[in-house]
Each structure stands twice: as structure tokens, then as C-alpha cells.
């Protein structure tokens, strides 16, 4: 593994929903299944998941909540690990050239690559991508500063403690973010269950002065929000 990253999918109830999309996904942009990991949220789900996906794929036990796995999962990887977050109903990733929006058909480690280098070089703790696939709306440039990041696919670090989710962990510091070129379209979902993200860019913002949104090209599925 050239660069250095891993991929953490936080899933619940939906394995067969996973396997087909989000992973199936990955699969055709050339992942290194070494870097993957299912979390569950209890051990009779992680058995659920093992059956549907096979041996190929790793899971691990987590508890239940969207909230609660990515607070075990970024305390389960050692402190500094590069985690690249993603929901588990990730059908594509599109990217913009000019005013069109195709499917992007390169390899998940350049986007990681591109999202990470940037973000560091920033001095930032967390990057992201914009929301839906509509080349009206997005741009071939990198914003920084307090953004909106769509959970649904971000860059993040293990042992960060805006993901503590406890008291205390607002403490403001200096830094910065950025990101690249992808745009991510998902299934439909509800504006409620993009909440907690919005808090979790606010905690970072606060801690590290800025938080990197990519704006350009993402990802791609049936829905938009």
C-alpha cells in the first residue's frame, strides 16, 4: 500500500445493501480490500454481514448508532490513521469535466490521495465532498474554512477528538483543510440523518479553525438529497 489509509464503512440492518452497492462500488475502483472494514453494530448483525459478504471482507463490532460507530472506529485505529468514511449505500463516485458530470472509473486510492495530501498540507483534521451530482452547482476548486461536509463520504483521522462526541473536546487550535475533485451521489436519504455530521464539521472547525470541502466531481446512485 503506497499510501497509507483505511476505509471504514459504519453499517446497520443493511447487508445485502452494502455488498451491492458501497462495496460493489469500491470493488470497481480497485480498492485493497485490506484496507476495508465493516463496522456492525452487534455481534448477531456482524454474523448477518459475514454471511452476506463472505470471507473476503472485514467486519468488526462496533455499538448501534451512527454516532457511537464512528466514535469506536476512530478510537479503534491507531492515533493519526487516515480513515476514508463512507455510508453503505454508495452506488458511484462522479467527477465533473467542464459542465458534465460522468462516473468516475479511476482508483479509490487517488481520491484518498488527493483529499489527504491537500488536507494535511492545509494543516486540517477533516475533508469532504460535495453533496450531488449537478455540474451547475459545482466547481473545479477546493474551498476552505467552516463548510458543510456531507457524511456520507469524508476524510477524517483516528484519535481525533471532535469524534469523542464528549464534553471538552471544542478546544479550538489552528489549522486548515482542503480537498479535490470528486462530487458523490448517494440513495435518497433524509436531512435528518445528516445532522450529526454537521456538528461533527462545527466540533472541527472550532478545534482546528477549518474544515476542507472538495468541490469539484463526486459520487453517484439513484437519489440526490
Known sequence: MSFDYR??????????AV???TLDMLDSLHVDRDREVVVCATPNEQERYLASLGNGWRTEVASLGLVNAREWYHGHFAE?????????????????HGKKV???EGCI???AEDGFSQCEAARARLWG?????????????????????????????AGDPVFSHRRGSNTSASGRA???KLFLVVSLRNWAAWRPDWFTERRSYARYADAIRNWPPHTGSQGMF
Open 7 to 16: 476505509i471504514a464503512i459504519p453499517s446497520y440492518d443493511r447487508p445485502e
Open 19 to 21: 455488498r451491492t452497492k
Open 80 to 96: 493519526g490513521t487516515r480513515i476514508l468514511n463512507i455510508d453503505d449505500d454508495v452506488e458511484a463516485i462522479m467527477v465533473k
Open 102 to 104: 460522468e462516473r468516475y
Open 109 to 111: 486510492d487517488d481520491i
Open 129 to 157: 465532498i460535495y453533496p450531488v451530482d449537478n455540474g451547475l452547482f459545482m466547481n473545479d476548486q477546493t474551498v476552505v474554512g467552516l463548510r458543510f461536509i456531507c457524511g456520507v463520504f469524508f476524510g477524517s483521522y
Open 178 to 180: 482542503t480537498c479535490s
